[in-house]
């Protein structure tokens, strides 16, 4: 795709000195690939595959002081003069706003691989493993005397801000399932597997205001200027099991656990279990209810617990740096906490489904209750306290 927004800025506010009203365009393109080969019948093997372009070019816009629109929306037309013909009140005339210049830049590619082979009529092996990249760069840019109306005094010598972002994710997932029947009255489902994950962000970026002179597009050129850099990255492995009875097809229990180990765990803390059981009864079926007006009667329950993991960086210790008059500096950021574990939630539910005159309607009952312990917030040390 191809495609040009609704500013034609270039028509209706010609060049001055050189500087060119930025046009909105948006540029897209993608393709995919999905195949499976079956070398036998008993494996199966597939791959995805996944590429997307994109560039994007507007002038200043959204909930924006400087924006195009939301200056427009503030236009005051007996404030009109020969320079400033919309009547804009503050900060920037629209003619002025259009030469602010807004791109962004990405390339997305993510595949998988996957794998099935089974063994017999009971045990199926499968496994997947995926690739996920992401690469940004974001730019705006203000060029050497923007204010071509003379009425901004917002770095009218101009800017450029740059930023590139570069996010990995790779998964990989393992599972086997054995499913065992006894007769016609008794079925077993036994899971077991593996996860892992591995995620990586890296941010990087910089500004430079006050250009030397027109012709100037790049922030290193600029009198004043700015860096910025961060890195992140997580790591997790799990592995599960889960057991299901499924009697006479009116009874079913459920029974697993996870256990997790994440990077951001602290020193003292090495894996969370997370435990879960459940419970499902049909009465109709399992006495053989033949009314309409009870045509379909369920009752459930279901007790679990999950977590939510820290940041990457919240066990750590960390200072950030300050600038004074002395000169370089560090002061406090994070405290730190080497015993740090997950927040786990206990949920419960209990709930029921009946069907009346032969299911034409339909009547759902949930109570759910959720407790929360070791609850992560972020604390204000206080400064008092010799950190």
């Known amino acids: 795709t191809d495609e040009d927004g609704p500013y034609d800025a270039a028509k209706n506010f010609p060049a001055v000195d050189g500087i060119v009203p930025e046009s909105d365009t948006n540029r897209r393109g993608s393709i995919t690939r999905n195949f499976t080969v079956i070398p036998s019948s008993k494996i199966r093997i597939g791959v995805w595959t996944l590429f997307s372009d994109m560039e994007h070019h507007t002038p200043d816009n959204s909930n924006n002081i400087y924006g195009v629109f939301s200056s427009a929306l503030m236009s005051q037309l007996r404030l009109a003069t020969a320079d400033n013909i919309y009547g804009q009140p503050a900060f920037a005339t629209f003619a002025e706003n259009l030469n602010q210049y807004v791109q962004d830049e990405s ?8 794998a099935n082979l089974k063994l017999n009529d009971e045990i199926t092996v499968d496994g997947t493993f995926g690739i996920d990249l992401v690469n940004q760069r974001s730019s705006d840019f203000r060029p050497f005397g923007w204010g071509v109306n003379d009425f901004t005094t917002s770095q009218s010598d101009g800017s450029r801000g740059i930023g590139s972002r570069q996010h990995r994710e790779i998964t990989a997932d ?19 597997g593996v996860q892992g994950f ?34 992140l990255r997580n790591t997790q492995v799990g592995g599960y099991l889960q057991e299901q009875f499924g009697l006479y097809d ?12 994440n ?13 879960k059981v459940s419970v ?27 977590g939510l993991q820290p940041g990457a960086f919240d066990k750590f210790t960390t200072f950030s740096p300050i600038v004074s008059t002395s000169g370089p500096g560090l002061q406090p950021e994070n405290l730190g906490n080497q015993e740090l574990r997950p927040e786990v939630a206990t949920e419960i539910e209990i709930g029921t489904e009946i069907g009346l005159f032969n299911d034409r ?3 759902d009952f949930t109570y759910w209750d959720r407790t929360v312990e070791d609850a992560m917030v972020s604390r204000q040390f206080p400064v008092s306290g010799g950190f």
Do not use: C, M
């Open 107 to 114: 390339q997305h590619f993510a595949s998988s691989l996957s």
């Open 174 to 192: 393992f599972k086997g399932s054995w499913v065992t029947n006894f007769g016609d009255d008794f079925e077993s489902t036994f899971l077991a």
């Open 198 to 231: 591995l995620s990586q962000n890296e941010l990087s970026g910089g500004r430079g205001t006050a250009f030397p002179g027109p012709g100037i597009e790049v922030a290193s050129a600029g009198g004043q200027q700015s860096l910025v850099e961060t890195w």
């Open 250 to 261: 009116h009874t079913f229990i459920t029974v697993g656990g996870r256990w997790d180990a």
């Open 263 to 275: 990077s951001a765990f602290g020193e003292s803390f090495e894996t969370a279990f997370y435990p």
């Open 280 to 306: 499902s009864f049909i009465p109709t079926d399992a006495f053989g209810w033949e009314s309409e007006t009870f045509s379909t009667f369920r009752l459930r329950g279901a007790l679990g617990k999950s």
């Open 361 to 363: 309607i339909g009547i």
